[in-house]
Antibody, heavy 118, light 110 residues
Framework: QVQLQESGPGLVKPSETLSLSCAVS?????????WGWIRQPPGKGLEWIGSIYHSGSTYYNPSLKSRVTISVDTSKNQFSLKLSSVTAADTAVYYC???????????WGQGTMVTVSS | QSALTQPASVSGSPGQSITISCTGT?????????VSWYQQDPGKAPKLMIY???KRPSGVSNRFSGSKSGNSASLTISGLQAEDEADYYCCSYASSTSLVFGGGTKLTVL
């Protein structure tokens, strides 16, 4: 079955760039679907960060757009998130997920906690 | 864009029905039939329960149903069970090719 697994540093310093990857198994990213990133600060709700279509088109949350880059590496069957100039407010569990349309996230990774602290 | 508005908490007894509301604007919920609902247990990833207002993914109990009226959407759980206790989030497509989540609702089964 299709599985997603996030990976990346659990601790990032303020003003630096947060970089995460999501490895996909059981399905070829280049075959279809949207692939997205969602985050959840401790004790708070979900926030959509952005998504990428299998063709490479990207869609970002307007409030984060200036700091976010999502890309796909079809050779590794994974997609990645870069969030620049991070602050403590970016501390959260970061999830990667597959969506059939931009809005319907049907398969999620387990999530990875990222803390922004010096 | 602002988060969709959900009640912070709802509760019900086993066997009862509860409804969770999700209020947006004419730029999101009101303009698109693209509202989804997610169930999240503590420490776990969210799980898709409803998509496109009222469709259920394979494997989701038919006790879960969704609807929409104007700028608001709703999730109804009938025949409440202890295992339904969780946080629930709505999500809507929004203008400018964007998505917005609700603030989340904690469901307590009494």
């Amino acid at each position: 079955q299709v599985q997603l697994q996030e990976s990346g540093p659990g601790l990032v310093k303020p003003s630096e760039t947060l970089s995460l990857s999501c490895a996909v198994s059981g399905y070829s990213i280049s075959s279809g679907y949207y692939w997205g990133w969602i985050r959840q600060p401790p004790g708070k709700g979900l926030e959509w960060i952005g998504s990428i279509y299998h063709s490479g088109s990207t869609y970002y949350n307007p409030s984060l757009k200036s700091r976010v880059t999502i890309s796909v590496d079809t050779s590794k069957n994974q997609f990645s998130l870069k969030l620049s100039s991070v602050t403590a407010a970016d501390t959260a569990v970061y999830y990667c997920a597959r969506s059939r349309g931009l809005d319907t996230f049907d398969i999620w990774g387990q999530g990875t906690m990222v803390t922004v602290s010096s | 864009q602002s988060a969709l508005t959900q009640p912070a908490s709802v509760s019900g007894s086993p066997g009862q029905s509860i409804t969770i509301s999700c209020t947006g604007t004419s730029s999101d919920v009101g303009s698109y039939n693209l509202v989804s609902w997610y169930q999240q247990d503590p420490g776990k990833a969210p799980k898709l329960m409803i998509y496109e207002i009222s469709k259920r993914p394979s494997g989701v109990s038919n006790r879960f149903s969704g609807s929409k009226s104007g700028n608001s959407a709703s999730l109804t759980i009938s025949g409440l069970q202890a295992e339904d206790e969780a946080d629930y989030y709505c999500c809507s497509y929004a203008s400018s090719t964007s998505l917005v989540f609700g603030g989340g609702t904690k469901l307590t089964v009494l």
